[in-house]
């Protein structure tokens, strides 16, 4: 039974998780909004700018499923506090960056630190609630780090005006340095492993990779998590050319319309939560997905009335978000006993998704048209939905029931 003082901490735990994952979020945007000011006062070129996200990004994938599989190994909370640690100094090493290199060395220890931090957060969520209160807790999770998008690049570049691009970084800094202390007093100091079979066991000894391919549900989820956040990023990469190409948007136009789907997305990932803890976790992914899929496919094919545009962009948003929040809820539970692992590895399998979505729209968008990129979108969601229903079996609750 809990005492007093760790009801309150356990009261605390989500709230800290879904800072830590905003966090996450929010510097890696932070930099969208100041590459101008970033290239003024520094050797940066300007065109280069997108490799202070890259290298950022590629650093985060390397490093998440080699951190996960030791969050199995050791500890979830070491994990993240040593991520964190990581994280905050050298986002604020960032800001003190004078040339180019010392920028790009920088971002890389950045995102080896968030590649700590977020899988462990996940995985951290997964041990300390049961099946029927999992979803929430990921969705609450996923919609930090949607909100992350919405505030980021505004609040980024709202400080960067009023002092200088070096306290956006500090600030930030600043802001990981009390989710440190709070996710240092907020979470408990020994593991539950709150599986669904039973008292969770230590990971086995042996590859970290081993979760992952001698486990066919986990290895086609991987296989889904790529194509589902490849499947946003191949159309949300060109929402600033699709609005400018046919309705003349200028950057303030599109940020307020992505703001305003940002929004529908935290609304979703909420709902989608709570949805895939009250039925099948699979189900619900396969029909958001299949939803979204619909509503992408139209807003490449509707380039004809603003408003048809919006709503379809909208319903995207919401329905993709909603898919995310169960997706990520049914990832947690396929292997309990290797969670941080599976976890990180679906966080890569995201970037990498994402990564080659990007240049394959891009591709696409040059030889033909939007109506491409929407049915390569719509289709990559498809494919997922039969993944899901077809080969990812769900696991079962403690009662024996499939939710």
């Known amino acids: 039974m809990f005492s007093m003082k760790t009801a309150k901490k356990n009261n605390l735990l989500l709230p800290m998780l879904a800072f830590c994952s905003f966090l996450v979020g929010f510097d890696a945007i932070a930099t969208v909004p100041l590459l101008p000011a970033i290239s003024a006062s520094t050797d940066m070129p300007l065109e280069s700018g997108g490799l202070l996200y890259a290298c950022y990004a590629a ?61 462990a957060v996940y995985a951290i969520a997964g041990d300390h609630y049961t099946y029927e209160e999992r979803g929430r807790a990921m969705g609450v999770i996923t919609a930090a780090l949607i909100a992350s998008s919405i505030v980021g690049v505004p609040v980024a570049g709202a400080v960067g005006e009023a002092s200088s691009w070096n306290w956006t970084f500090w600030t930030i800094a600043i802001l990981i340095l009390l989710a440190l202390a709070g996710a240092s007093a907020a979470i408990p100091k020994r593991r539950q492993d709150r599986t669904d079979h039973g008292p969770g066991r230590a990971a086995p000894v042996g590859s970290p990779f081993r979760p992952v391919f001698a486990n066919r549900s986990v290895f086609f989820s991987l296989l889904g998590s790529l194509l589902y956040f490849g499947a946003l990023q191949g159309m949300f990469a060109l929402a600033g050319v699709y609005y400018f190409t046919f309705y003349g948007f200028g950057s303030g136009e599109t940020g307020l319309l992505l703001m305003a789907a940002g929004a529908a997305s935290v609304a979703g990932s909420l709902l989608g939560g709570k949805w895939a803890d009250r039925r099948r976790k699979s189900g619900v992914v396969a029909a958001a997905s299949l939803a979204a899929g619909v509503f992408v496919f139209l807003l490449g094919l509707a380039t004809f009335n603003l408003w048809v545009s919006i709503l379809l962009h909208v319903l995207w948003a919401a329905f993709y978000a909603a898919g995310h929040a169960a997706f990520t809820s049914l990832v947690s539970e396929l292997d309990p006993n290797a969670r941080g692992t599976v976890l990180s590895f679906n966080s890569s399998a995201m970037y990498i998704g994402a990564g080659a979505a990007s240049g394959l729209a891009a591709a696409l968008l040059r030889a033909a048209d939007f109506w491409s990129v929407g049915l390569l979108c719509g289709a990559a969601n498809a494919l997922v939905a039969v993944i899901v229903l077809t080969a990812i079996r769900e696991r079962r609750t403690a009662g024996g029931s499939l939710r």
Do not use: H, N
Request: aromatic share 10%; glycine share 14%; charged share 10%.
């Open 59 to 119: 650093a985060y994938a390397v490093t998440a499923p080699l951190m996960g599989y030791l969050s199995d190994r050791w500890s979830r909370k070491g994990v993240l506090l040593i991520g964190l640690a990581l994280f905050g100094a050298s986002t604020a090493l960032v800001g003190t960056g004078e040339t180019f290199a010392a920028l790009i060395l920088f971002r890389i220890l950045t995102g080896i630190g968030a590649g700590m931090v977020e899988p």
